[in-house]
C-alpha cells in the first residue's frame, strides 16, 4: 500500500516538473480587435469575453504569460511558427483543424451576410451569392467558409472598412461574425441588416504544434472548470444578458 501511495505522489511530482520544464517561456498570446470578444478597452488593455476566460484561465494556472494585440494575418502566421504562442479567438474549421493544438469553445460564432438596412437582397441558399460583391476580413474564418466553396470575397486588413465600403455601396454584402458585426456597426454609427446565417462556428484558443500538450490539456481542464462553476455564462452576460453561452463538449 505504502508502496502503491509512493508512485503516485512521485508520478504527481514528475508530471509538475515536466509540466515547469517545457514552460520555460512566457506563453504569448495573440488576438485581434474583434469585439466584444477581445478589443482595447476603457483603460488601453485588451479585453472582452475570450479575453477575459484567458486570463481567468491563466490566473488559476499560474503560468507566465502575455496577451498582445495583432493584426489578425500576422498573428495567425506567426502562431504557425512560433513555438511558445497561441491565437484566439480562432474560429475551428476544418481547414485550421490539424494545424494547431485547441483549447475549445470560447465562443459559438454565428457566421452571417450584412447589408444596407435598405437592401432588398435575398439569400436563400449559396448559388445566390453569385451575382454580388462581398466583403471581408483577410484571413477571417467567415471569408474562408466561402472562398472554399468557391464564391469570391473582396477583403480588407481591418474589419471596419467593409463598414463604410457597405454603407458606400462598394460591397453588397458583408461576411462577418454576427455579434462582431453588430459591435464594428455599432462603434461606426452606422445601421446594417442581417440577410443570411452561413454556419456557427465554435472558436477557441488555437496553440502551436510544438507547445507541450501538458501545457495544452491543463489549459482546457481549467476552460472545462470555468463552464462547470458558471464562470463562462458570467462573464457572456456581462458584456450582454442576451448573448447565448457555447455549450462545452467535452472531446
Known amino acids: 500500500m505504502r ?4 508512485l503516485i505522489i ?35 488593455e485588451v479585453s472582452g469575453i475570450s479575453t477575459e476566460i484567458v486570463q481567468e484561465i491563466m490566473k488559476r494556472t499560474g503560468f507566465a504569460y ?9 498573428a495567425y502566421e506567426l502562431t504557425l511558427s512560433q513555438k511558445n504562442t497561441c491565437l484566439f479567438t480562432t474560429g475551428r474549421t ?26 432588398t437582397i435575398k439569400i436563400t441558399q449559396l448559388s445566390d451569392l453569385s ?3 462581398i466583403g471581408g476580413y483577410l484571413g477571417d474564418a467567415a471569408v474562408d467558409y466561402l472562398v472554399t466553396r468557391n464564391i469570391p470575397v473582396e477583403t480588407v486588413r481591418d474589419d471596419k472598412l467593409n463598414v463604410r465600403k457597405l454603407q458606400g455601396g462598394r460591397i453588397d454584402l458583408w461576411v462577418t461574425g454576427e455579434m462582431a458585426g453588430h459591435a464594428l456597426a455599432n462603434k461606426t454609427g452606422d445601421e446594417i441588416k442581417k440577410i443570411f446565417k452561413l454556419t456557427a462556428i465554435a472558436g477557441g484558443i488555437a496553440c502551436n504544434l510544438h507547445l507541450s500538450d501538458l501545457i495544452t490539456t491543463r489549459l482546457q481542464q481549467e476552460l472545462h472548470a470555468l463552464y462547470q462553476e458558471g464562470f463562462i455564462e458570467r462573464v457572456y452576460h456581462k458584456y450582454d444578458p442576451n448573448l447565448s453561452v457555447p455549450i462545452y463538449k467535452a472531446e
Do not use: M
Not at 502575455?66 to 500576422?74: A, D, N, S, V, Y
Not at 481547414?95 to 457566421?111: H, M
Open 3 to 6: 508502496h502503491r501511495l509512493f
Open 10 to 44: 512521485f508520478g504527481c511530482l514528475l508530471s509538475l516538473t515536466v509540466i515547469k520544464t517545457a514552460w520555460s517561456e512566457d506563453l504569448l498570446f495573440f488576438t485581434e480587435h474583434y469585439p466584444p470578444y477581445n478589443f482595447i478597452g476603457s483603460e488601453d
Open 66 to 74: 502575455r496577451i498582445k494585440l495583432t493584426p489578425w494575418k500576422r
Open 94 to 119: 476544418k481547414e485550421r483543424d490539424n494545424l494547431f493544438k485547441w483549447v475549445t469553445p470560447l465562443t459559438e460564432n454565428p457566421i452571417v451576410l450584412f447589408a444596407q438596412p435598405t437592401s
Open 131 to 133: 451575382e454580388y460583391r
